[in-house]
Structures are given as C-alpha cells and as structure tokens.
C-alpha cells in the first residue's frame, strides 16, 4: 500500500474517532465477589448509572465447591447445575442464576464478559 494512502487512512481513522458522536465507548462495571442473584437485581441501577457492559469473575466451579471465587477451575463446563467438590452452586449461585442474570443484563442493552484464566487449574 503507497505511504500516501496509508497516511490518508490513518487521518480519516483518527478524525472518525475524535468527532462528536464519533465511535460509542464501552464503559465496564468490574462486578467481583457478589451473588448472581444481587447483580440481576441491580441490573437497573447499573444501566441506569450509564454502564454498558460488566466483567464479571470466572462462572465455572472452582476445586473449593462454593467457596471457590473461580481462579481454581475444577470444571470448565460446571456452572453451578452439577454436584460437585461438595456443592451444586458455586460461590455465585447456580447456573439457573447465572442465565437469568445474563438474560436480564441484555434486556437493558448490557454486554457480559467473564474472566477467564486458562493457565490455572484446580481440578484432576
């Protein structure tokens, strides 16, 4: 690509990004160590305060049943629905809650991101 084109397509990037009204930000609630159950119930309050997505902590349960906050994942595919390491639920609740916290988040125009650490393990 000629430098002069290149040079062209980084101005007309920067001058989209800085007008008013320019590409919309994503502002995200760091939303740790609380119930699936509380965070659907301020889904509002959280939307209403102009949030647009939430991180929320890893949802698998951990080697430590429900006294895992998610960082030792025994398994990957357990969200709180299997008996496992002592708990149907994990420290969040269960996966039932988790859906509806989910379902409820989108309905305000909330994306959802969980953490995810590949490097740890917890389980066998």
Known sequence: MPS???SFVLVV???????????????????????????????????????????????????SGGFSVGYDPFDRFDLGDQNQSGSFATRYGTKA???RLVETAHRFGLRVYFDNVMAHNGGP
């Open 4 to 6: 002069c084109f290149r």
């Open 13 to 63: 990037i920067a001058l989209l990004a800085f007008r008013p009204g320019g590409w919309a930000q994503e502002t995200v609630l760091q939303y740790f160590n609380t119930s699936w159950k509380e965070i659907e119930r301020r889904i509002p309050e959280v939307a209403e305060a102009g949030y647009t997505s939430l991180w929320l902590p890893p949802p698998q349960k951990g080697a």
């Open 97 to 99: 809650d988790l859906l």
